[in-house]
């Protein structure tokens, strides 16, 4: 097993009880491990089932410890690797306000119609952009906006979900 970084996003069925999620949580923080975006909803509530999709990092040796030790909690089903078991689909949406006016209002405008987000609120100095996609796509677009009035943004975290005919 090679011994280099990488991201991992892990999707876990769980049981939708109250304390599950500080149980999984609990697991990362007590031994190290970092948790760069958490997701979590109902997903079908007949078999009273959540869904937890988790974006870490580490070698494959910690991602596989993680995976083994998230498998053996009671209120688990199912825990995948969805960066490893094939293709997959992983978005987020991210609401980003950004207050300026003049030829910074017309720049933001313009990315922002570069990057296929949507204005959902404007005053005389300030939009607030509503833009779906993969992380990378949002970072990108926040960046941008730095320059020309970046004031405050909201993310949801990824969502993911495997391709095809696969699930998990």
Known sequence: MTQEQRSATISVLVENEAGILARVIGLFTGRGYNIDSLTVAAVDPVRNVSRINIVTSGTDMVIEQIKAQLDRLVQVYRVADLSKQGPHVARELGLIKVVCT????????????????????????????????????????????????????SRTGVAAIARGTATI
Do not use: P, Q, W
Request: charged share 30%; glycine share 8%; proline share 0%.
């Open 102 to 153: 003049g030829a910074e209002r017309v720049e933001a405008l313009r990315l922002a119609e570069a990057f296929r987000a949507r204005v959902i609120d404007a005053t005389l100095e300030s939009f607030v952009f509503e833009m779906t996609g993969n992380t990378d796509k949002l970072d990108a677009f926040i960046e941008l906006m730095r320059g020309l009035g970046l004031a405050e943004v």
